[in-house]
Each structure stands twice: as C-alpha cells, then as structure tokens.
C-alpha cells in the first residue's frame, strides 16, 4: 500500500533559518512526486514535480531533492511570507497490464508540514 | 482563466440532507477529481473523471456520486449527508498527456459542516 510520511509535522524559524521539510514515501515504482504549498483557507498551490532520483529543482527560497526513498524540500533563508503549510504527494507507476489514465494520475498525500516563519 | 472555480465556499447541512457541491475549470483539462481533506489524515481521492461520461471513484467513494456531462463541469452530490462528512473539499484538474506525470490544479475549496 503507498504510504506518504511527512516530518516534521510543525516547524517554527526565525526569518533567515534555513532547513529542510521531509517527504518519505513507499510505492511500488514512482511515476512523480509532488510538492504543494497550502496557505490557511486556500486550496493547494502545485510548487514542484520530480520524477527520479538525483532530481533537484529550485523556485526562490525553495529546493526540492529527491531520493529512491525520500524527498527534501530545503528552504533557504525563509520569509515570514514562506509561513504555509506545505504538501508532499506521489504518483504510482501501475503495474497492471491496463491502466488507466485515470487511476495512473491518482495522487496520494501526506499530512503535511505546517511552517512558521517568524520575523 | 479564472482556473479551478468552486462553489459554495461554505455551506451548513443537516444530518440527512442533500446537496450538490459545484466544480468548475475553463482550462479544457481532461482530468478532473474530487479530494476531502481532514485534520491529520491528509488531502483523499473521492471521485475522478478522465472525460465527459466517464467517473471512477477514488479511496472514501461512499456516500458521493459525480458525473461528468461537460468537460468544464464536475459537480459532487452528498446523497444524505452524516457527520462523518463534515470537512474540506477540493476539486482539482490535470491537462491531457501520454505519458508521465501530471500536476493537479486545486480550487479555493468548500468548507462543509454537517450537524
């Protein structure tokens, strides 16, 4: 069964702290995994996709990273403005002989991180 | 574009009444789907759709049903609605591709209470 584990659960920073949000997962084969940005009353914000291990991609103070087993989301001299609650989902490759496109795009969420960027 | 529109962003039910959850999305995206989300369990796949008159459901199907009869639309029944129902919903669309992975675009959500 995919699982989506995320940690920490809560972290607050000072403004210019940098750390790191975790994501580990366990499927069968990734078809992608997916970084969210969530702010209170707001539907998720698509952030980022990675697709294979050795993957990084960056959007301002954001860094995703991502491992056969596990995500990093390293944000860099946070912003008040970065407080959010930020979401990590995967996509499974299927391995049945006839998929189809929709099950394929089905999205499997963690908890989420809730992020408090202090000033 | 206006995206992913959801409509009513709030709305009180009683236990046993039904109601239509509204999903809109002017992006001509194939794929639509329907997620709940609750305090510490995540966001959950109710229902998808990979086109007009086509559904399928996801992981918490019962007590919903959808049906797709436009691409644009993808509304969400509580047949009776429980308790249990009382959360957040978000619908969410993705464009049409061969292969790969596809993001999903969320809407602003509906934030339902059942008494």
């Known amino acids: 069964e995919d699982q989506v584990t995320q940690s920490p659960e809560a972290l607050r920073l000072q403004e210019g702290e940098s750390s790191s949000l975790n994501c580990s997962y366990t499927?069968?084969?990734?078809?992608?995994l997916f970084w969210y940005r969530q702010d209170p009353g707001k539907g998720p914000e698509f952030l980022f996709t990675?697709?294979?291990a050795g993957e990084e991609k960056e959007k301002e103070r954001l860094k995703a990273t991502l491992t056969k087993k596990e995500s990093f989301l390293h944000i860099t001299a946070p912003k008040p403005e970065d407080s959010a609650t930020y979401l990590c989902?995967?996509?499974?490759?299927?391995?049945?002989?006839?998929?189809?496109?929709?099950?394929?795009?089905?999205?499997?969420f963690g908890s989420g991180t809730q992020l408090t960027v202090l000033p | 574009n206006a995206g992913v529109t959801q409509t009513p962003k709030f709305q009180v039910l009683k236990t046993g009444q039904s109601m239509t959850l509204q999903c809109a999305q002017d992006m001509n995206h194939e794929y639509m789907s329907w997620y709940r989300q609750d305090p510490g369990m995540g966001l959950r796949l109710i229902h998808y759709s990979v086109g007009a008159g086509i559904t399928d459901q996801g992981e918490v199907p019962n007590g919903y049903n959808v049906s797709r009869s436009t691409t644009e639309d993808f509304p969400l029944r509580l047949l009776s609605a429980a308790p249990s129902q009382t959360s957040v919903y978000f619908c969410?669309?993705?464009?049409?591709?061969?292969?790969?992975?596809?993001?999903?675009?969320f809407g602003p959500g509906t934030r339902l209470t059942v008494t």
């Open positions: 990675l697709y294979s």
């Open positions: 969410a669309s993705s464009p049409r591709g061969i292969s790969g992975s596809y993001e999903q675009y």
């Open positions: 989902a995967v996509q499974e490759t299927r391995r049945q002989p006839f998929i189809s496109s929709g099950s394929a795009r089905q999205l499997t």
């Open positions: 499927v069968s084969g990734l078809r992608g």
